[in-house]
């Protein structure tokens, strides 16, 4: 599986944007997408998920309520779509993904076997 990120650039707070990740390659019944971000000095954190089949998702407490992710599962591509920017989500945003990965470590980097490459998002205050 491959995935390729893209959308990020420089908005205002307040402002929308929406990310993509294009997929290649077979996914499975238990095919997981997920968003990750890491701002400048510190760890990739966990943004959100979606279970390909079921589109059960779930969200860091940091974005509920502003961002959300959907699938596309006839071209194979994912978006984060994330309103009411901050300038506390600077990030590299990454799409990951994995098979058969358990709800209970859906938040945990270590579960997604695959990851694109990053894309930058700044938000200006």
């Known amino acids: 599986v491959q995935l390729q990120a893209s959308g990020g650039g420089l908005v205002q707070a307040g402002d929308s944007l929406r990310l993509s990740c294009a997929t290649s390659?077979?996914?499975?019944?238990?095919?997981?997408m997920g968003w990750f971000r890491q701002a400048p000095g510190k760890e990739r954190d966990f943004v959100a998920a979606?279970?390909?089949?079921?589109?059960?998702?779930k969200y860091a407490d940091s974005v509920k309520g502003r961002f959300a992710i959907i699938r596309d599962s006839a071209n194979q591509m994912a978006y984060l779509q994330m309103n009411s920017l901050r300038p506390e989500d600077t990030a590299v945003y990454y799409c990951?993904?994995?098979?058969?990965?358990?709800?209970?470590?859906?938040?945990?980097?270590?579960?997604?076997?695959?990851w694109g490459q990053g894309t930058l998002v700044t938000v200006s205050s």
């Open positions: 990951a993904a994995g098979n058969g990965i358990i709800q209970s470590s859906i938040q945990s980097r270590d579960a997604y076997a695959y």
């Open positions: 390659g077979r996914t499975s019944s238990t095919f997981v």
């Open positions: 979606i279970k390909w089949s079921s589109r059960i998702t």
